[in-house]
């Protein structure tokens, strides 16, 4: 099972910073990074910065479709107004598919602003205590988690083209 994980950080920084040490991490094997995006939202810039993880990723990752479509759902749809609203409509309504709901769009759209950033990851088998350890707590970011099921981590992989 596959675990979708956001965390918001207080700096346009912070998020490369953390996928910077979760990388060393990896190869501890203290964690398995399956796919991870960066969102970094420079002060004084009008939108956010993403950038897809590819070089510490597995084989098989979820790619640039999914994380364009989040991100764009996340960031970007909502600047372009009721054009697209139905669009956007029907791209929300199957991310649920995924545990991906309104309700955790909403939260990343609020908490993830100007001069913030944060680390999208999808994560396999993680030793909890030891990467929490290897934070400090001005490392540390804020956690907005949710959690895929097995199936809904095989749909998502499925739908966007990734192998299993």
């Known amino acids: 099972m596959a675990t979708l994980t956001v965390w918001k950080f207080h700096t ?3 998020a490369a910073k ?5 990388e060393g ?17 420079p002060q004084g810039s009008k939108r ?5 993880a ?12 999914f994380w364009g479509l989040l991100f764009g759902l996340i ?18 309504g199957s991310f649920t598919d995924y545990g991906i709901n309104d309700n955790f769009i909403k939260d990343v759209q ?7 950033s944060a680390l999208f990851l999808m994560t396999g088998q993680v030793t909890l205590d030891k990467v929490e350890a290897a934070f400090t707590s001005e490392e540390r970011g804020e956690l907005i988690q949710s959690n895929l099921s097995a199936e809904q981590e095989a749909k998502l992989r499925e739908d966007f083209g990734a192998e299993g």
């Open 75 to 92: 960031f970007f749809a909502p600047l372009l107004g009721a054009v697209v609203g139905a669009t956007a409509g029907a791209i929300s």
């Open 110 to 116: 609020s908490k993830v602003t100007e001069g913030t």
């Open 18 to 22: 953390a996928l910077s040490k979760l």
């Open 25 to 41: 991490l990896q190869k501890q094997q203290l964690i398995q990074v399956l796919d991870a995006a960066i969102v970094s939202w």
């Open 54 to 65: 590819v070089d510490m990723v597995a084989a098989g990752a979820l790619g640039g479709v």
């Open 48 to 52: 956010p910065k993403t950038k897809q």
């Open 12 to 14: 346009a920084e912070g």
